[in-house]
């Protein structure tokens, strides 16, 4: 929004005031203004205050523009912090500061000269590029043909090839800029030149080298980097590896597998991660304690942590079910993490000849440790472990015994029903009787259903949540526990069968309300009963009204919109807002003209979700519209 001249005046007139405060909230406000706030803005970036300078900056950023830009420039020749202000500034103005620059590539200072193309990196556009390739032919100053040759690869300039080829015989930092760049071009024609860089007399030159074919990745600099490879030694021998696997080719040598190993081990993520293909593709065991031990190092609070594991278990699974990796339960050096992690991947492969040692583990003294073991059994799935899971439902950590019944749950052996009846009866975390309970469904839903009177009312309430058997749904919906009732009428809503439909139905004149919502939703997600519906839009109950609005919505049959135009005039504004919704769903263009009349509705939040509704029908109707118009056309 344009500041006024009025407001314009008082904001210029408040960069003056003495109060700082004052000065800042002014330099703030004129965001918005125009050309003439700039000069003050300037002015002000010369104010004692750290503030207000700041804020100052700010604004002509957000002015922008060429003009912004002409007066920044300046600035450059100034003292640091004011020259690194515009570079700030001409940066976040962005193209439109590159004209201007242009003439700044011929300044008779050096600085200036750097400072421009500086900004041409960092603006990444320039529409004079071979202005910059001839800098880096011409300029006297070493720091200045640097930037011009970083520049000419950020700009994917390939007709500067032969001059960036040229520079490679330049000084260092030229040199280095320059192979900098062509590892961005990726052009052929510059292998040759760079290959011959390897017989440089300078160590960094010939490293820098190494490191710009491994970034091209083509043939031609594989067959290089292979030659140099024969005559290499120490870190220059470890580079030429390193730019090998990186472009996806590990070389077949004796020692190349510890090489590869001392790699992962002291190298940053980036390069572990890309060492870790070449180690894969070697199938070398033996870095197999390298790799899990750094992965059991990892900080699961780190962002990228779950991310970087995953590729490490994902590279682990191409060893299969190794013994090197076995081992690694048994190793009293590795970190429980790592341990943790080499027993995830023993069950992800379902390595049967881990278990007895995947057993030894449910001593442990860590429980993160026991609790992956068991999980590993339970995805191996080998009913001999059976015994051992039943011993290890009663371990005194209720996570451990968790991920035992689920194990339990998984191998299905029927001998062990009777110690997870058992365990029902003891249990005291509600997360350990779920999993209990869904393994005996998983197993021997019949024998559950035995039990029930023996059960407490939280064990058959979950029945009655996961129960897939219609004689245990129909028992429990008519017990006398509210909860359990509720649960199970609720769970009704899983299972397509008439006694299902007659119960529900029963249901809905029940004399809680709990008990009738349940029974509505249970009828929504089978999508029946529709009359047994529209027969409760009446209900006293508003959550029961607005379950059954929302399972008549969800049928998608248009013939249930009369039934609920009445509701539209709820009582209830939650109600109606459903209403909406289902109708809009059912009626598509035709629900406009049962909408309309709700635009002048007393409520506001009930106009506004028309107002929305019907606009999005009209933009649906415009699209459809348009379509149908273009394959006409076609």
Not at 225 to 252: M, Y
Not at 502 to 514: I, N, Q, T, V
Request: charged residues 30%.
């Amino acid at each position: 929004m344009t500041i006024g001249t009025k407001k314009l005046s008082k904001l210029l007139k408040g960069l003056a005031h003495n109060d700082s405060s004052k000065r800042r909230s002014s330099a703030e406000d004129l965001s918005s203004g125009d050309e003439r706030a700039i000069y003050p803005l300037i002015k002000a970036l010369k104010d004692d205050n750290p503030g207000v300078q700041d804020a100052a900056m700010r604004s002509l950023i957000s002015i922008g523009g060429e003009v912004t830009a002409y007066m920044a420039i300046p600035l450059l020749r100034d003292e640091p912090l004011l020259r690194n202000t515009a570079m700030i500034i001409l940066k976040e103005i962005g193209s439109a500061s590159i004209p201007l620059l242009y003439f700044l590539l011929k300044d008779k200072d050096e600085d200036i000269r750097k400072f421009a193309i500086d900004l041409i990196c960092e603006i990444k556009e320039c529409n004079y590029p071979e202005e910059i390739a001839r800098i880096l032919v011409s300029d006297p100053n070493p720091n200045v043909r640097a930037s011009a040759a970083k520049a000419i690869g950020i700009l994917r300039y390939k007709d500067a090839l032969p001059q960036l080829i040229g520079a490679l015989r330049d000084e260092e930092w030229v040199c280095f800029s320059a192979l900098e760049s062509l590892a961005l071009l990726k052009d052929e024609s510059s292998i040759e030149p760079i290959v011959s860089l390897l017989n440089s007399p300078y160590d960094i030159i010939r490293y820098a080298a190494i490191d710009t074919l491994g970034r091209i990745a083509s043939l031609h600099s594989s067959n290089a980097l292979f030659r140099h490879l024969q005559k290499s030694e120490g870190f220059e021998k470890t580079a030429t590896i390193k730019s090998l696997v990186q472009i996806g080719i590990t070389p077949a040598m004796p020692e190349i597998s510890d090489v590869l190993i001392d790699m992962f081990r002291n190298g940053d993520w980036y390069e572990r991660l890309m060492i870790l293909k070449g180690i894969v593709g070697l199938r070398e065991e033996k870095a197999i304690y390298t790799i899990i031990d750094i992965a059991g190092s990892l900080d699961p609070s780190e962002p990228d942590a779950e991310e970087k594991l995953q590729i490490i278990k994902d590279a682990l699974k191409n060893f299969g079910c190794s013994n090197s990796l076995i081992d690694i339960l048994n190793n009293t050096t590795i970190k429980y993490r790592g341990k943790q992690i080499a027993i995830e991947l023993l069950g992800d492969l379902r390595c049967k000849k881990a278990v007895p040692n995947l057993i030894r583990l449910l001593d442990s003294k860590f429980r993160d440790v026991r609790r992956a073991a068991i999980n590993a059994i339970g995805e191996i799935n080998d009913e001999d472990t059976t015994q051992t899971l039943l011993d290890a439902i009663y371990d005194y950590d209720g996570h451990v015994r968790k991920a035992t019944v689920s194990a339990l749950g998984k191998i299905g052996d029927k001998a062990s029903v009777q110690s997870l009846l058992k365990l029902l009866y003891i249990e005291r975390y509600r997360d350990v009787i779920e999993e209990a309970v869904n393994a005996l469904l998983n197993i021997d839903p019949a024998a559950l259903f035995l039990h029930l009177d023996e059960l407490s009312g939280y064990v058959k309430e979950v029945i009655g949540k996961y129960a897939k058997d219609i004689n245990i749904l129909l028992t429990f919906s008519e017990d006398k526990d509210l909860k359990i009732k509720v649960s199970a009428i609720a769970g009704l809503g899983k299972i397509h069968d008439e006694r299902a439909y007659k119960r529900l139905a029963k249901a809905m004149h029940d004399d809680e309300p709990e008990v009738r919502r349940a029974a509505v939703k249970a009828m929504g997600e089978l999508n029946c009963c529709h009359d047994e519906i529209k027969s409760i839009l009446n209900d006293k109950d508003m959550w029961v009204r607005l379950s059954a609005v929302k399972a008549l919505g969800n049928s998608l049959r248009q013939d249930m919109i009369n039934a609920l135009k009445p509701m539209l005039y709820d009582k209830e504004v939650p109600v109606v807002l459903s209403t909406i919704d289902a109708v809009a769903r059912l009626g598509g263009k035709k629900a406009l003209s049962i909408l309309n009349p709700l635009l002048n509705h007393s409520d506001s939040r009930i106009r506004e979700m028309v107002h929305q509704v019907i606009d999005n029908i009209r933009h649906s109707e415009n699209a459809e519209v348009g379509t149908e118009k273009l394959l006409k056309e076609t």
